[in-house]
T-cell receptor, first 113, second 110 residues
Framework: NAGVMQNPRHLVRRRGQEARLRCSPM?????VYWYRQLPEEGLKFMVY????????ESGMPKERFSAEFPKEGPSILRIQQVVRGDSAAYFC???????????FGPGTRLTVT | SQQGEEDPQALSIQEGENATMNCSYK?????LQWYRQNSGRGLVHLIL?????REKHSGRLRVTLDTSKKSSSLLITASRAADTASYFC??????????FGTGTSLTVIP
């Protein structure tokens, strides 16, 4: 059983471009969580999704950020018009049932130049 | 803030010694989890302790929880070089979110 997959592992974008981060949960997991980790900091919750539904997006910035988890395919975290402050590691986690027992992916490191 | 706070920020010990890390938090919780993060990697879940539990063991790991003091400790016994990593506590309440601390960076010197 493959773990949580994230791609790309590293992404470089210029200011103003769009960043798309993908997360494929573990097989059988229908709950996905996105976190952001700034350098030297802990992870900050962004959004919690179940298939086709956003359950909790209280950690998402109000503008430029969006997330989806379609019926088929990976979950996508989309950042429009990236700024330097968006540079961070973005981690996805999945679970079979609710927030406990989250399994984390390796992360996508976004650098905005 | 509900965010956990680990102490110390960094810890360096000799292989074979025990490592103790502490986590303090501010609000009531349902559970607390400890994670390990190797440099440049994702988080690995180590252990979960619920608010009605006081101590849990898993291999060389021992976690305690004192809800009256709003604190938890992670003890790694007989440390190995491979234990070198950052360790985070994450607190969960009745909601969907986990609040991660800033982590303790552990270096085990061979």
């Amino acid at each position: 059983n493959a773990g949580v997959m994230q791609n790309p592992r590293h992404l470089v974008r210029r200011r103003g471009q769009e960043a798309r981060l993908r997360c494929s949960p573990m097989k059988g997991h229908s709950h996905v969580y996105w976190y952001r980790q700034l350098p030297e900091e802990g992870l900050k919750f962004m959004v919690y999704l179940q298939k086709e539904n956003i359950i909790d997006e209280s950690g998402m910035p109000k503008e430029r950020f969006s997330a989806e988890f379609p019926k088929e395919g990976p979950s996508i975290l989309r950042i429009q018009q990236v700024v330097r402050g968006d540079s961070a590691a973005y981690f996805c986690a999945s679970s079979p049932r609710g927030p406990l027992e989250q399994y984390f992916g390796p992360g996508t490191r976004l650098t905005v130049t | 803030s509900q965010q956990g706070e680990e102490d110390p920020q960094a810890l360096s010990i000799q292989e074979g010694e025990n490592a103790t890390m502490n986590c303090s938090y501010k609000t009531s919780i349902n559970n607390l989890q400890w994670y390990r993060q190797n440099s440049g990697r994702g988080l690995v879940h180590l252990i979960l302790i619920r608010s009605n539990e006081r101590e849990k063991h898993s291999g060389r790991l021992r976690v305690t929880l004192d809800t009256s003091k709003k604190s938890s400790s992670l003890l790694i016994t007989a440390s190995r070089a491979a234990d070198t990593a950052s360790y985070f506590c994450a607190t969960g309440n009745t909601g969907n979110q986990f609040y991660f601390g800033t982590g303790t960076s552990l270096t085990v010197i061979p």
